[in-house]
């Protein structure tokens, strides 16, 4: 993290040229519980209908928000993009249906808190005291770091309208965020200063495989370099691993050898899903907004798409596929297993008992991991609605450019006037299909690390 950081602050002031353009939105808050309610019983019949429409096992599956484009570029051999690693680091929110963000916590910087409360075997009192101060002095300089990481992520939330465009990486690199990056370089730089003090004390101590799991750790030849017009210097940072790149999975799929075609359906009529049955056990309140539509350039809701009891939906697209995502060798899963249990440093314990603070779980330090990603492509739609719900809606749909369901979003432009999208009076449907060319990211799959 140091190294993107220090890169960033030297390099904001070259590249406001090649800053991404921001999302556009007009979407105003819920501010009614029904709404509210009516919002997340669509994330969570959509959460139902991929996983049995799509055959996807809800025991690793998250679906994720906001909509998010797979369109990474590929790098050379030895480097990635800021975006892909932002997305690949990320560790996912502990919920069925998750908001995925940039700024969010990286599994590498999660791993390497959990190394840091394994407790050392050691024999001698004296290093065992120097060890204890050492991570006292690590947990200041840590705390003083996630303040001011707390208020960049907040100050990129609101300049990015939490779209996640451009990454948080990026967003550093600009003009918007250069101040941030030079205050986070700074703190940055005081705890790696700490860690390296407590590395070196710990690797005098003899607990098993725990120096090996730091060694590799910092093993730079286990690092990629992050290849953005935004990094000067093309900073290092944990690498991990697509099971295919973007480019060509589109190129197979394009070629009819590559994904699957799927379609899922759904209506506000039947049960809602129970998250119970899912990994996370339930699900947060999602806050996006599940029916939304592209007027004059902005985002809006469609309120009465989640009120219309008689809506049914079904979306196709012409492939999906699931796309593995694999930690590097500076992570040593082994080593994971092997301290399940402890020993851990006083006031940590493997799930919080005690009230001490958990190290594995929901609350832990390790929670979840993502190991992959569930992608499609030329996504198409009909929606079914009452005969006041069309009327109601067909002027906004005459006019539109986009309409978003869930994490969907199917772009066009002037309704049935010029994209070829269709509204039927006589049966109460409007039909459209996407004309993007790129794939899209509608969820993640997990793995839970160490679960009780």
Not at 378 to 401: D, G, H, M, N, Y
Request: hydrophobic share 35%; glycine share 10%; proline share 4%.
């Amino acid at each position: 993290m140091t190294e993107i950081l220090q890169q960033l602050e030297h390099s904001a002031d070259t590249i406001l040229t090649t800053e991404h353009p921001l999302a556009t939105t007009s979407e105003s808050p819920i501010t009614t519980v029904a709404g509210a309610e009516d919002n997340d019983k669509a994330w969570g019949h959509l959460y139902g209908a991929i996983a049995s429409g799509l055959g996807v096992d809800p025991s690793n599956f998250q679906l994720n928000y906001p909509f998010a484009t797979w369109d990474w570029p590929v790098a050379n051999v030895g480097y990635t993009s800021a975006a892909q690693y932002d997305f690949c680091s990320a560790v996912p929110q502990f919920s069925a249906t998750g908001a995925y963000t940039s700024a969010g916590t990286e599994f590498n910087d999660a791993y390497e808190q959990m190394l840091h409360v394994v407790a050392a075997d050691t024999s001698d009192p004296a290093l065992a005291e120097k060890i204890s101060q050492a991570r006292n002095v690590l947990n200041l300089a840590t705390n003083d770091f996630q303040i001011t990481y707390s208020q960049a992520r907040e100050a990129y939330v609101r300049e990015t309208g939490g779209t996640n465009v451009p990454s948080f990486t990026e967003w550093l690199g600009s003009y918007g965020g250069k101040a941030w990056a030079t205050q986070l370089a700074a703190a940055s730089s005081t705890v790696d200063a700490k860690k390296r003090l407590l590395d070196q004390l710990l690797s005098e101590t003899s607990t098993p495989g725990l120096n090996d799991a730091i060694l590799r750790l910092n093993n730079k030849d286990y690092y990629t370099r992050l290849q953005d017009p935004s990094l000067a210097n093309f900073p290092a940072v944990p690498s991990y691993s697509l099971g295919m790149d973007a480019t060509t999975w589109l190129q197979k799929v394009q070629a009819g050898t590559g994904g699957t075609s799927g379609k899922i359906s759904f209506s506000n009529s039947q049960a809602e899903y129970d998250y119970k049955k899912s990994w996370a056990g339930g699900s947060a309140s999602v806050g996006n907004f599940f029916w939304s539509v592209n007027v004059g350039g902005s985002w809006e809701r469609i309120d009465e798409f989640g009120t219309d009891n008689s809506l049914e939906v079904t979306v196709s697209f012409k492939a999906w596929d699931s796309i593995s995502i694999e930690a590097g060798r500076w992570y040593n899963g082994a080593f994971v297993r092997s301290v399940s249990e402890g020993p851990f440093v006083r006031g940590y314990s493997s799930n919080g008992e005690d009230h001490t603070k958990a190290v594995w779980g929901k609350d832990g330090i390790m929670g979840v991991q993502k190991v992959g990603m569930i992608v499609c492509y030329k996504p198409s739609f009909s929606i079914k609605v009452s005969s006041s719900t069309f009327s109601s809606f067909s002027e906004k749909w005459e006019v539109s450019a986009g309409v978003r369901i869930g994490p969907f979003t199917f772009t066009g432009g002037g309704g049935s006037t010029s994209s070829g999208w269709k509204a039927d009076k006589a049966t109460s449907t409007f039909t459209g299909e996407s004309t993007a060319e790129t794939a899209l990211i509608l969820g993640t799959k997990i793995a839970l690390i160490n679960p009780a």
